[in-house]
């Protein structure tokens, strides 16, 4: 333990002050410092944890490898400065964790919950797109689990935090990961953290927000005794996922499972799909079956797609953009206007947006990027669609007449407009 | 949409905690004051532990023993949360076998054990300062035959010079969870550690292929708090009644021997 007063030198000389304790956890403990008169985190190691490592020498220069190449997204709260060893153990400085942040054992515990379901597509969306971002840099982080994730519950802003076992894909840290969010081919034993492992723990953890349930943990998970086999059976030989289709045998208890019960039967079909894949036998075996951080873009940017607000407060799931009836209040609830893309509809309302990943394949920090909004003219409810890209659109008017959207302007909410972006083409279509 | 706040806490396994604990006669005096200031410690320090756990809701059990045993937690374990720590008083003999088979008989589903989630394989702390002043050989048999006790995390404490190690030992089943000290400072800060490390196994992310055992928190303690090798017993195996190592069969969880 360190304490308040303690300096350490960083690997390039500087001096850390440390100011206070701030928590403990299973490798280490966590402090605010002064860094060169700003505040910042001191992650310190446990020396036991540095002495169960193979090779702490090999962990150490992995981090001041990923300190030298700088965070692959803003969502990474990434090692900015690793320090010298200090009595067998060292540590590294990174960010402190803003206000209005809770990782997502709390969201677990129901200690905070999400303010709306668009804010939890939005922190699932953020995960997912920050991987795809990590990965594409050739990286693998090595051990997801519920506590290395910090969400802000009403814009479902991520921090990810622990990135000292982010290594290029394959490197061994020497991490295995935390029990229950390992996948399977781990907990059997025949690979080490890899690309593919991480997708498998990245796929436990949206299922946990959205449901608050471990997807592995139906009725099996309710023996009287958590066995050493037993874990091995539910998590590595014969995993099952609590909503399997055909095998019931983990289904959910109508007691301790009842959140998944209640949200399952709302999911669209397309959420239920891959949530089935990726929790399938076919998943489960082939690694490389597993959907991948763009599938998951996909289907999540269109889940955001097709949420409105009724006006009791309730958000519901429209289904290809066409009016529908609030599950809550049982009102009618009436869309003028969808957006119909290639193989689905979307409701035009206000704030409604496309991102850059609806219209297909695209580089994975651009995957995000909303390419076109809903807005209203200034003081009135009249809608429109704004291009948000830096491209003319080509568009085509009601009466057939091709036109040009420069970018910024916007086109009104009308039957039978047509524009294209990126080779897509999107046709607006008024609700009868 | 269901609304958010009708969703409940994600079902979590809960993870007992035991403590057995020697208040015999000899325990008198300042010991029995340093027993109780230390686990006054450990209780708080296990409610940081319970506080952000999604993996596991912590309980806790205690049992003193001395002239017989008695459950300080006489209504079963309770949720750490809840837990406060009542002032133990020492007199009287050391029963140890008689808290081995009144621990029996609450290593069950039926009894201490059972929930609606289920249970991690409990953590056992032993303590004791003294020799054994009945027969336990026969209730370790006994409970050696519990699959609980078999498969749980069990770490021991012999605190002075007379504790009988082979005991202990033969308790844990592994004379490297035994920690031998008369050093009552080191006691308190060990037994906090051993419970923290313990309790955090089943939440902690592992290098390993394999959970660590009590050997293994009694060797990361070591390192931790940089203390000398003869802080753990030194006894070969011959010295003591070793357990027998766990079978596949032990592993059934359809057993009724649950
Ligand atoms: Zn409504």
Known sequence: MLATGDKIKTSSGDKITIKEFIAEGGQ?????????????ALKWYKKSFLN????PKAFYANIKHNVENGQPSKEFLWPLEITEWQDDTFGYIMDLRPSGYYDITEYMLCHIRFKSYRAIIDACLKIVSAFRILHSHGYSYQDLNDGNFFIDPIKGDVLICDNDNVAPDKVETGILGKPRYLAPEIVLGKVKPNMLTDRFSMAILLYILFCLNHPLE???????ALTPALQEKLYGSEPLFIMDPNDKSNGPDSVAHKNSIMVWKCLPDYMKEIFINAFSQNSFKNPHNRPTELDWLKVLTRFRSEIIDCLCGNEVFTQNGNNCKCDCCGKMIKIPFKLELKSYAIPAVQNSRIYKCQLGTCDAKDALNPI??????KDSNILGIRNKTDRKWNAINSKGVPKKVDAGETIPLKDGITFTVDDMTIKIIENK | MPTLDKLEETPRKELHVFYILDTSGSMIGTPIAELNHAMEECTEALKEVAKNNGDA?????????????KWVTDHGPEPVEDFEWEYLEAGGLTSMGAALTELDSQLSRNKFLSSMTGAFMPVLIFMTDGIATDDYDRPLTEIRKNKWFKHGTKIGFAISDEADEKMIASVVGNSEAVIKTNNLALFKKLIRFVSVRASMLASSSRTTDKAADGGGIVSDAKKELDLPDDVTSSLPDSAYNKEPEATSKDDDWNDDEW
């Not at chain 1, 280490?28 to 910042?40: F, P």
């Not at chain 1, 139906?218 to 009287?224: I, N, P, V």
């Open chain 1, 28 to 40: 280490g403990e966590v402090y605010k410092v002064d860094y060169n008169g700003r505040e910042k």
């Open chain 1, 52 to 55: 169960n490592n193979s090779d």
């Open chain 1, 218 to 224: 139906g009725k099996k998970y309710l023996a009287d």
């Open chain 1, 372 to 377: 076109a909004g809903v807005v209203s003219k």
């Open chain 2, 57 to 69: 809701k912590l309980k806790i059990a205690v049992m003193e023993f001395n002239s017989n045993c």
